[in-house]
């Protein structure tokens, strides 16, 4: 029997982890303030009590060029990303598995019948067995594309019972992953 606190931690792992590949990243992407502070850190001089502070602050009259994020945003980013860093130590494939899943490739999956597990065919042996076919048939598709194209195939053509075999293998393995990967993460 599945609990309703489990449930909610699901829910709660879930939201979590399309936020932190989504939003979360992209709030970094654009942002000024990791090379800004790079280059604090490389230029910044020595505080020296020979130095005469000269500078008289104005107050700004143009608005600010750059991204500002709240602090809500960086806080969270900050805590998400150090618990993927801990689960990174502990269960690489887990970290793997969310990323997929969770990312870019993920959302491409969001609203198919088989969701989000099949961005994770790659890391799953029928999946992995189903690529390595393609590939031996001639296909230099990236992986991604290649499972785009064999999932479509076995949905619209039952002509090739192993295509379709494997398919339906990979998704349950992948499921059993995505599942193993969310727990890890709880």
Known sequence: MVSLASVRGEHRASADLTWFYS???SAFE???CGPMLERAALY???PSPAREVTARPMHETRPPAGIEHDEAVLARYGDLSRRMLRLRERDPLAVRALELAFGHTGACWAASARGRCVALFPLVPD???LLRRA????STLPD???VRVEVALADVSAADPHRVARVAGATLEAR???NSAV???L
């Open 183 to 185: 727990k890890a993460w």
């Open 176 to 178: 059993e992953l995505l």
């Open 23 to 25: 939003v979360g990243a």
């Open 144 to 146: 991604a594309d290649l």
């Open 135 to 138: 590939r031996r048939k001639g």
């Open 30 to 32: 654009r942002s000024t």
């Open 44 to 46: 910044a001089l020595e």
């Open 127 to 129: 999946g992995q067995a």
